[in-house]
């Protein structure tokens, strides 16, 4: 099933499917709520990700070790409001990045492109780069904001933001109008992969769980099944992205605005690979997939059950 069309049921038509305008409200609501409760392990996986820059610099402090370990540094350092971290610049990135991306895969269902043989694909990874590029500003500041921490337990370079809007300036005066774009590059291809591995598994697992009618069919369990499924692909395929991403977004810039670490996408991998070895672009993986996963299965629950009510509330207009 994709995401903006159900399939029709066994002796029933399918539902009418709602306006791409709606499904972008629908989508940037949805994923912002589960934001607000995935934004602590957003945390613990950026600073995993950022840890191994030290190591290939020549300095070994790991203060970050494990999942479990590494929140509890978090919350030593600090305290518990640590772990929401750039909520404000990750909500502000979910509700761009994904309005814009669920606007776009609706108008490909409306057109018909998904009912083509690879068209959820395509048309998930053509509004996942989309939404990627107008949201790359928001998670340019929120991987910096969540890596700021005090000195005894900071990895990755320190960009000392005092907020959303203070980052906003600080980089505007400093690079630029190019410069909330910088990273972009990895950004592109990290949402293009995870976008496109998330609306076709979904939409596969979502399928075969019905056949297996070991749920009702019209259940919310329906969608969390298939979420579950959907987010070991997601985790997979787009982790070494995320890494290379958060790398990108968080290094130090010279006066030019060039990056001091990594030119680059294809820079950053190869540098990852030959000084930390191949299993570091899996860095944060444990946490990342508890992120990518209850995302996942959170995003989509929230947007079907406020894509019921808002088809209700049509029926109910008319």
């Not at 099933?1 to 306006?19: F, K, Y």
């Not at 496109?196 to 297996?212: D, G, M, R």
């Not at 030959?274 to 989509?300: C, D, F, N, V």
């Amino acid at each position: 099933m994709s995401l903006t069309q159900a399939q029709p049921a066994s002796g029933r038509e399918a539902r009418e499917t709602v306006a791409p305008a709606v499904d972008l409200v629908l989508g940037a609501s949805a994923c912002c709520l589960a934001c607000v409760f995935t934004n602590p392990l957003e945390v613990v996986k950026t600073r995993l990700q950022l840890q191994g820059e030290l190591q290939a610099r020549g300095t070994y402090p790991r203060p970050y070790r494990g999942f479990v370990t590494s929140v509890v540094a978090v919350v030593r350092a600090d305290g518990l409001c640590g772990l929401q971290k750039g909520l404000a610049a990750g909500l502000l990135y979910q509700g761009l990045m994904n309005g814009v991306r669920f606007y776009c895969y609706s108008l490909a269902c409306q057109a018909g492109l998904t009912q083509r043989p690879g068209g959820t694909v395509v048309a998930g990874a053509v509004a996942g780069a989309l939404g990627a590029f107008v949201g790359s500003p928001a998670y340019l500041i929120k991987t910096q904001l969540q890596a700021q921490t005090v000195a005894a337990m900071a990895v990755g370079h320190q960009h000392h933001h005092q907020s959303v809007l203070g980052a906003l300036e600080t980089i505007w005066r400093q690079q630029g109008l190019a410069g909330l774009w910088r990273g972009v590059g990895g950004a592109v291809p990290r949402v293009m992969v995870g976008s496109a591995a998330q609306l076709a598994t979904f939409a596969s697992a979502k399928a075969w769980v019905q056949e297996q009618q070991w749920l009702p069919e019209d259940s919310w369990l329906v969608a969390l099944a298939g979420g579950m499924i959907s987010s070991v692909a997601v985790a997979a395929v787009m982790t070494p992205f995320d890494v290379v991403s958060t790398r990108l977004y968080n290094q130090p810039v010279d006066g030019t605005g060039r990056g001091q670490l990594y030119s680059g996408l294809a820079d950053c991998l190869v540098k990852i690979w030959r000084q930390e070895g191949p299993l570091a672009l899996y860095k944060g993986l444990g946490p990342a997939y508890l992120r990518l996963g209850p995302h996942t299965i959170l995003s989509m629950l929230f947007w079907d059950e406020l894509r019921k009510l808002a088809t209700r509330g049509q029926h109910q207009g008319t």
